[in-house]
């Protein structure tokens, strides 16, 4: 999945894979429960298109081997084992705070909302200055008591309060459009800017202008001086745009959020650990006109395929939950849905006219020495299938759970 040629796509190809889910659940009674980046696959498919033939990328679910065959889909499993089988990084906060709790719709399609996060903060301009400590943070963070891992409180925090925010924790989390004039030949008029590389180490997490090149601090007391030499590309003081993902965020998590206030046993959580990590940059590919085409493709497709009439009110992330009410009920109902879910993803990029039809993505800011903080801490990927489940997969595939 990690080769999605735009946000607009990567949202539709991941509501395929949440209606695979979906799929799989009611017509087998099958859970996935292992919803992870190397999970989601992109399927490029030959398809006709009046006498022509046309490339189709559709989303692809993978990996159904932890599946879990559920008797009855909305009945209690027999026997309580813990059911700790997932990619850590991925998994629902809930999950990982009741580890002997059945694993239900509601957790895989958390973990949907952690992949579209997962790929948005390392592909998008935003304003975490310090992804990896973001991903140590949100992604890799626990909180250990007994010996045993709960979730990060990052992640729990965002699950409850039903919003996103930078290191800092009153800092709203915002991603932003990479314009599209910013990008055809210069590879260094799009790189996220290197601004405060050299203290990018403490965990500090400013509101920075990504896609832009830092400038001198001198602003408006600059005005009627002599400028300082600026290029061409620098001389835009607009400000940036966001980019409507947070909009579709924003409203997955209002669902989120009314499912724990809800549903979820409260959890006390401490504060987990994180280290710094620079960031690094690599060059971005080119704009790619065929995205549009690509996205044509898909559009059809998913009209010429649309089910059901699920189409969930578009809400706003203002939405009051402190009260229970039907409303809430009714939101968090649809997060244990997954055509409805699906629809949401599909309406929010179909619908809106705000998607970026170009390549919005940036180059990956993952930084290059980034490795996965607690690995070890928390046990293997796969506690199922390395006790109980041996397979002849080679061990490469086992190891693909991100990047
Ligand atoms: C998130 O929501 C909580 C609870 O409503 C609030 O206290 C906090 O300030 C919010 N954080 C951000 C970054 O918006």
């Known amino acids: 999945m990690e080769k999605f040629l735009s946000f607009s796509e990567l949202v539709l190809l991941i509501g395929l894979c949440i209606q695979a889910h979906g799929q799989a659940f009611l017509r087998k009674g099958f859970l996935h429960r292992d919803i992870s980046a190397g999970n ?15 490339e189709l990328r559709v989303g692809i679910l993978a990996d159904w081997e932890l599946a879990k065959k559920v008797v009855k889909p909305m009945t209690e499993d027999a026997a309580r084992q813990p059911h700790r089988t997932g990619t850590w990084q991925f998994m629902s906060a809930s999950a990982l705070n009741h580890p002997t709790k059945r694993i239900i719709v509601q957790d895989d399609m ?5 992949l579209i996060l997962y790929f948005a ?30 979730a990060g409180e990052k992640k729990y925090m965002a699950m409850t309060n039903g919003n996103l925010s930078t290191l800092q924790p009153d800092l ?15 590879n260094n008029a799009v790189q996220t800017p290197h601004v405060s ?18 400038k001198p601090a001198t602003g408006e007391l600059s005005a009627g001086l002599a400028k300082p030499s600026i290029s061409p590309e620098e001389d835009s003081e607009e400000p940036l745009e966001r980019h409507p993902i947070n909009a579709l965020l ?49 559009f059809r497709h998913l009209r010429a395929t649309r089910t059901g009439p699920s189409t969930p009110a578009l809400s706003q992330a203002t939405h009051k939950p402190e009260v ?39 180059p990956d800011q993952l930084p290059k020495n980034y490795r996965r903080g607690n690995e070890m801490a928390h046990g293997s990927k796969r506690t199922l299938e390395s006790t109980q489940m041996e397979t002849d997969e080679p061990p490469s595939k086992r190891s693909r759970s991100i990047r």
């Open 40 to 54: 989601v696959l992109i399927h490029p498919r030959c398809v006709e298109v009046d006498g022509r033939m046309e």
């Open 172 to 186: 709203p989390l915002v991603f932003y459009i990479r314009r599209e004039t910013q990008e055809p030949h210069s």
């Open 197 to 214: 590389m050299d203290d990018s180490s403490q965990d500090s997490c400013e509101p920075s202008n990504p896609g832009r090149t830092e």
């Open 324 to 362: 229970v009410d039907p409303a809430m009920v009714a939101l968090a109902g649809e997060l244990g849905d997954q055509e409805t879910m699906k629809a949401l993803l599909e309406r929010h990029v179909m619908e809106g006219d705000d998607w970026p039809d170009y390549e919005d993505r940036v």
């Open 250 to 298: 924003s409203d997955i998590l209002v669902r989120i959020k009314a499912h724990y206030m809800l549903y979820v046993p409260k959890k006390e959580v401490k504060a987990g650990s994180g280290h710094a990590a620079h960031r690094s940059n690599t060059p971005v590919p080119g704009t790619t006109p065929a995205v549009k085409a690509k996205l044509g493709m898909l």
């Open 110 to 114: 958390e973990s949907f909302f952690h």
């Open 121 to 150: 903060i390392r592909f998008l301009p935003h304003n975490c200055e310090n992804v990896g400590a973001f991903m140590d943070r949100y992604f890799d963070g626990h909180v250990e008591a007994n010996g045993v891992c709960y």
